[in-house]
C-alpha cells in the first residue's frame, strides 16, 4: 500500500521505516526539512536500536520525505498523523500541533481525486479523533468523512529504546474506525505482523491508549510508594516486589520501585486523562496522586545525599544518566531534570555523563559539566546520583575509587560495589 506519515519523531519515523520492511511505499512529511534530509539521506532523526538499518536499506527506494502535503498526499491512499501532543500549562493535552497537521492535510485532500483514509497514531484524549481531526479535515477538504474520506485511530504502544521491536512484534494492535472500510484498509496495512488486531471505534482506541499508561504508570509509583516505606522498615522492597510479582494477577513487570518515571509519554499522558477526567466532572484521585508520588520520588536522592554530605553548597555531584531511560538519547521529563534543578538551587556543582543524551540535556542546562566518561565525572566528586538503567553503569566499581568521597546515590538499584558508601533510594 501507499502510506504518508506526518511528523518524523520516534513515532512517525519508527512507523514509517517498519511500513517501509514490511513492504508498503512510504512517504514522511515534516515541516523541518532538516530530518527530511537526513531521512532522504538514510539516516534516522532519532536514535532508536535498528532503525539506521532499516532507514539506509529503504531510503530512495520505498521510502522517502517531504515537507510538501499535497505531493505526499496526492501519491498516497492512508495518512497517519504522528506528530506531537504535548501537555499544556495546565498538563491537559495541547491539541495544536494535530490541529495544524490535521488542516494540512484537509487542504492536501481536497485538492486530489479520489478516496483517502486519515489515522491518528498520535496519542489523543478520546472524542479527539471524531471531534476534532475529522471535522477539521471534513472543513479543510470540502470532503464527507464516511464518503470521500475514511479515519480511525491506531494508538502506538512502543517503548522507546525498542521501537522498531515493539512494531514488528507487538502485543496489540488497536483499530478504532468511523466505519468498515478504514478499518479493513488500516488493519491489511499490518497483514504481515503476526498479531490478533482489536477492532474497536476511535473513542475506545484513543482510550486504551490512556488505560495501558495510566497503569504502567500506577504501578510504578505504588512501586516508589511501598518502596519508600520498605526503606523506613528497613525492608528490601525488591525482595518484597519479587515474590508478590509471582502472582499471576499481578505480573513481575513494572514494579521496580526507583526514582519514577520519565519520557514524552507516562507522565503527559497520565496528566491528560486527569484534564480529560475534570473537563466532565470526575475528579482522578488516584490518578494525581501517581504523578505526586512521582514528582517527589527524585527529590528524594537529594534528601538522601544530604544526609550524608550536609549542605551543597560548593560540593562537586556527579549525575551518572540524563536520558530518561537506558537506550535512549531521549530527556523529556528524565527524572534527572529535577534532580539537576535542585542540586544547582543548593549551590551544588554539577559533573554528568550520559552515553547519549548529553547533547539534549545541553538544551536545558548549558552550565554544568559533560564528560564523556561516567570516571571523568566521578572525579573529585563528593557525591554521585545515579539517575539511568545504562548497562554500563552496572559494572562500576573501581572507578569509584577517584571521587573525593565514594558516596553512592543509586536511583535505580543497580551498583553492585562493596567498596563504596552506598545509599539505595528505596532498598
Ligand atoms: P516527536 O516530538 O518526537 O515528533 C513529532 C514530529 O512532528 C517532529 O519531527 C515535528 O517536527 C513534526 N511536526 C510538528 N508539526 C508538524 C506538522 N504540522 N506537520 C508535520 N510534521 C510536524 O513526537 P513523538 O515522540 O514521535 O510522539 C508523537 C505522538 O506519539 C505523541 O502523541 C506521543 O504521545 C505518541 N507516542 C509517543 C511514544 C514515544 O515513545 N515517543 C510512544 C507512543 C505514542
Known amino acids: ?107 492536501a485532500i481536497g485538492k486530489k481525486d479520489g478516496y483517502h483514509v486519515v489515522v491518528v497514531k498520535s496519542t489523543v484524549v478520546p472524542e479527539t479523533t471524531e471531534k476534532v481531526v475529522v471535522p477539521i479535515i471534513e472543513q479543510a477538504s470540502g470532503r464527507k468523512p464516511g464518503v470521500d474520506f475514511g479515519a480511525g485511530m491506531n494508538p502506538e504502544f512502543l517503548r522507546e529504546g525498542k521501537a522498531v521491536h515493539d512494531f514488528m512484534h507487538p502485543d496489540k494492535i488497536v483499530v478504532g474506525a468511523i466505519d468498515q472500510r478504514s478499518d479493513d484498509i488500516i488493519s491489511a496495512l499490518y497483514a504481515n505482523i503476526k498479531c490478533q488486531i482489536t477492532h474497536t471505534d476511535p473513542g475506545t482506541a484513543e482510550m486504551i491508549k490512556y488505560v495501558n499508561n495510566s497503569f504502567l504508570a500506577t504501578k510504578i509509583s505504588f512501586s516508589n510508594e511501598i518502596g519508600n516505606i520498605c526503606k523506613k522498615l528497613g525492608i528490601d522492597t525488591y525482595k518484597v516486589m519479587e515474590a508478590v510479582g509471582k502472582d499471576s494477577r499481578i505480573s513481575p513487570n513494572f514494579l521496580n520501585s526507583g526514582a519514577g518515571f520519565g519520557g514524552s509519554c507516562f507522565p503527559k499522558d497520565v496528566k491528560a486523562l486527569i484534564g480529560k477526567a475534570k473537563e466532565l466532572g470526575y475528579e482522578p484521585g488516584l490518578l494525581e496522586s501517581v504523578i505526586n508520588v512521582n514528582e517527589v520520588q527524585p527529590l528524594m536522592m537529594i534528601d538522601l545525599l544530604e544526609s550524608r554530605t550536609g549542605e551543597l553548597e560548593g560540593k562537586r555531584i556527579a549525575v551518572l544518566g540524563l536520558a530518561f531511560k537506558n537506550d535512549t538519547d531521549d530527556i523529556r521529563e528524565s527524572r534527572a531534570i529535577p534532580v539537576i534543578r535542585a542540586l544547582l538551587d543548593k549551590g551544588a556543582k554539577v559533573s554528568s555523563y550520559d552515553p547519549m543524551a548529553a547533547d539534549n540535556m545541553k538544551a536545558i542546562y548549558p552550565g554544568i559539566e559533560y564528560c564523556d566518561s561516567a570516571v571523568k565525572a566521578l572525579e573529585g566528586a563528593n557525591g554521585c546520583l545515579v539517575m539511568t538503567e545504562w548497562d554500563e553503569f552496572k559494572g562500576l566499581c573501581s572507578e569509584f575509587k577517584v571521587m573525593h568521597r565514594p558516596l553512592v546515590v543509586d536511583g535505580r538499584n543497580m551498583i553492585r560495589c562493596e567498596d563504596i558508601e552506598y545509599v539505595g533510594l528505596c532498598w
Open 1 to 107: 500500500m501507499k502510506v504518508s506519515v506526518i511528523g518524523s519523531g520516534y513515532v512517525g519515523t519508527v512507523t514509517a521505516a517498519c511500513f517501509a520492511e514490511l513492504g508498503h511505499n512510504v512517504v514522511c512529511i515534516d515541516i523541518d526539512p532538516g530530518k527530511v534530509d537526513m531521512i532522504n539521506r538514510g539516516q534516522p532523526p532519532i536514535y532508536e536500536e535498528g532503525l539506521e538499518e532499516l532507514l539506509k536499506k529503504h531510503a530512495g527506494k520505498n521510502i522517502r520525505a517531504t515537507t510538501d502535503y499535497d505531493d505526499a498526499v496526492a501519491n498516497t491512499d492512508i495518512s497517519f498523523i504522528c506528530v506531537g501532543t504535548p501537555s499544556d500549562d495546565n498538563g491537559n493535552i495541547d491539541l495544536g500541533i494535530v490541529k495544524a497537521a490535521s488542516k494540512s492535510l484537509g487542504s
